[in-house]
């Protein structure tokens, strides 16, 4: 196993597999050719052909398309093709989260490979012994990744919040950390990847933020997310990430991102470049 692993197995979408989801004239997402067929009972809503999924042109506005996905969303549930709503709206935009086109369901976005947004944080202490990084694990009980491990806060950014604000509530939520000690959080850059998962695709942005800490900070969850915190010396972060599958996949990516920043994958490795670029691929869907 290697760091290129866990960026590959995140970009492993087969466009061929897909129809694009046009709304206003513009791709917005991506619809498995499967679930396409599953679209066709709703043709009040939906136009589906062999080339695209679109909507039908009275939905013109963002909250017409917002309630009619809303209606399609619950009748899926209803019928068992979705197992769950999250109850947590993502803003569907072919550009970005201030152009949305409609709203989705964070459980349901996948299903119509639209965008989505996410900001974690990799939580870290300097210390005699060199860098150390903070490196949560997930409860058993989660719906997703249950056991994984994960950054210190890593949370999905939902419609209606603004970064600063998401930051503060996922850092609290998550790890305890109150909101003047949150907002020192460094905004670092971004990684992006094109997952196909089960559901759909996810062409997924991940904003990455550097938070350093004191030595006698000790995290603690607020909602039930992470079961445990260790904070771990960073050449222990590394051997985890490169060697093994511990670490919940996208969560990979984010230390990668920081392993880079922080000279511990010097220029002098021939994996520099070669990460750094595929760290953050254009998505293979144009947004335009």
């Not at 009619?68 to 019928?79: G, N, P, Q, T």
């Not at 949560?136 to 970064?163: E, M, Q, T």
């Amino acid at each position: 196993m290697s760091y290129f692993d866990h960026i590959r197995a995140c970009n492993n979408f087969n466009p061929s597999a897909f129809l694009p989801f046009v709304v206003d004239g513009v791709i917005v997402g991506q619809v498995k050719r499967d679930f396409s067929l599953l679209l066709r009972g709703w043709l009040d809503i939906f136009v589906v052909t062999d080339n695209a999924v679109g909507l039908v042109t009275k939905l013109n506005t963002f909250d017409l398309r917002s309630e009619a996905i809303a209606e399609v969303l619950s009748e899926l549930v209803d019928k068992g093709v979705l197992t769950h709503l999250q109850g947590e709206q993502y803003v569907a935009t072919a550009t970005t989260r201030e152009r949305g086109l409609f709203l989705i369901d964070r459980a349901a976005a996948p299903y119509f490979g639209v965008r989505a947004f996410g900001q974690h944080i990799n939580g870290f202490v300097r210390s005699e012994q060199g860098i150390k990084l903070w490196v949560a694990k997930r409860s058993a009980d989660r719906r997703n990744f249950p056991g994984k491990l994960d950054n210190l806060v890593a949370g999905g950014l939902p419609c209606g919040i603004s970064l600063q604000d998401n930051l503060k509530k996922e850092c609290w939520e998550e790890a305890g950390i109150p909101p003047e000690l949150a907002i020192s959080a460094l905004p670092v850059g971004a990684v992006t990847y094109n997952a196909e998962i089960a559901q759909g695709y996810k062409p997924d942005t991940l904003y990455c933020y550097d938070l350093e800490l004191s030595p006698d900070f000790q995290p603690r969850c607020t909602d039930g997310e992470v079961e445990a915190f260790s904070l771990w010396p960073v050449e222990q972060v590394m051997d985890t990430v490169r060697d093994t599958a511990e670490f919940k996949l996208n969560c990979n990516l984010v230390i990668i991102d920081f392993l880079l920043r922080h000279g511990f994958i010097g220029p002098e490795d021939e994996s520099y470049i070669p990460l750094l670029q595929e760290l953050r691929p254009p998505f293979s869907v144009r947004y335009c």
